[in-house]
């Protein structure tokens, strides 16, 4: 196996210790590696990339990242913090949470300068995602009067502006018309074979096969229900089924009702 980025050993969190969000989670993520954590609403998909990200930390078990154990009391050392920060960046299922400043402009710029990147160097990379996301016209406005899909943008920018090495992404196409999502995943595409490593929670069944090889789904009881190749995760309906991946639809062929499962993979041609 390639270098490893994440190892997880029996990780558990629950928040204000009495909700459970993730019960024993073992994983090992490589670099390069492009990851899809999927599963049905509240199995735990968010709480793990936060983890990754050591917003918060496990309350058992623990998670290494570049081979060493990711602590609490590490993030008050400056230096590590800065270090941890530019190497994994977070883009939120919730871009409101991720947008504070007065423009959009600050906030693209925000991350790279608090950690210390010279702003050369920031301005030329900044300038290529912009154009990349196509968000030019959107810099000197304030990023709450934005559509979803434009905060989106914005709070994707301020992710690659830091240029890490490894992206979590959290539901990263919701929202998003055809076209915005297509243009997202091939930014993810791009940045992966840039070396990059992606994790991506999603439900977007759509998109997994482009930009995950390797997928896990988390069950209802907060733990890996399976983890294997996406192609083969993704030809079994029985298990999608069981993980609300799949959902039944009422369709009308030729003035008849019909009721079968549908994949959120099929395009409604039927
Ligand atoms: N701030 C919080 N306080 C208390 N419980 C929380 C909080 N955030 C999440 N939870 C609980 O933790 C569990 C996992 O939530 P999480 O947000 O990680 O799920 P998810 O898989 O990302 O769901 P979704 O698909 O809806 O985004 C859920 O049972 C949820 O109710
Ligand atoms: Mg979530």
Known sequence: M???????????FSYLKKYPALCGIDMQIAKGQKIAI????????????????????PDQGNIQAFERQLREADFNDASFCRNFRKRVGLVFQNPDIQLFCPTVKEDIFFGPLQLG??????????????????????????PHQLSVGEKRKVAIASVLAIDPEIILLDEPT???????????????????????????????????EEIADKAYIL????????????????????????????????????????????????????
């Open 38 to 57: 999927l599963g049905a609403n509240g199995s735990g998909k968010s709480t793990l990339l936060q983890l990754l990200d050591a917003l918060i930390f």
């Open 117 to 142: 990147m010279d702003r050369p160097k920031i301005e030329k990379q900044v300038g290529e995602i912009i154009e990349g996301l196509g968000i030019a016209d959107l810099l000197e406005r304030s």
């Open 2 to 12: 390639d270098e490893l980025i994440f190892k997880l050993n029996n990780v558990h």
């Open 219 to 270: 069950s209802r009881q907060k733990r890996i229900a399976l983890s294997g190749p996406v192609v083969e995760l993704l030809s079994d309906a029985e298990l999608l089924r069981e993980h609300n991946l799949m959902h039944i639809h009422k369709h009308r062929h030729q003035g008849q009702a019909h009721i079968h499962s549908h994949q959120h993979l099929d395009h409604h041609q039927h």
């Open 174 to 208: 919701a929202g998003l018309d055809p076209q915005t999502s297509r243009h997202i995943m091939d930014i993810i595409i791009e940045a992966n074979e840039k070396g990059k490593t992606i994790i991506t929670a999603t439900h977007d069944l759509h998109i997994v």
